[in-house]
């Protein structure tokens, strides 16, 4: 068994980019239903995703779960963006849902 070295939040399309890096030949079961998954879910690619991550921290106040968990997602409008505020437990302003759809704009 593997040694876990760290653990860090990912978005889907990163979980597809790591494991479009492993050898097809090895991955077991999981690890193909996994990707399988990532393929068909992934809104945008890797780096654009965790580029609007590290935006989302930095210039809106989410953690990183929460950035990743918009990213993943893609909501296009505030309504489709409060769902996912409203299970923050914190107060989002207009103004700051405004913002979090103009990074995810550009991330797309």
């Known amino acids: ?3 876990v070295k760290g653990k860090r939040t990912i978005t889907i399309p990163e979980v597809k980019d790591i494991l479009d890096g492993l050898d097809p030949e090895t ?3 999981l690890q193909k239903r996994t990707k399988d998954y990532a393929e068909k879910f992934e809104k ?3 780096k654009s995703a965790q580029k609007a991550v590290e935006k989302l921290v930095d210039e809106c ?3 990183t779960e929460e950035a990743a968990e918009v990213v993943n997602i ?3 409008s505030i309504p489709e963006l409060r769902v ?3 299970g923050w437990k914190k ?3 207009t103004e700051n849902l ?3 759809l103009r990074i995810l704009r550009e991330a797309s």
């Open 1 to 3: 068994m593997k040694e």
């Open 27 to 29: 991955i077991d079961q």
């Open 44 to 46: 945008v690619d890797a």
């Open 61 to 63: 106040n989410l953690t």
């Open 74 to 76: 893609l909501p296009k």
């Open 84 to 86: 996912f505020a409203a």
């Open 91 to 93: 107060l989002i302003t």
């Open 98 to 100: 405004e913002k979090i």
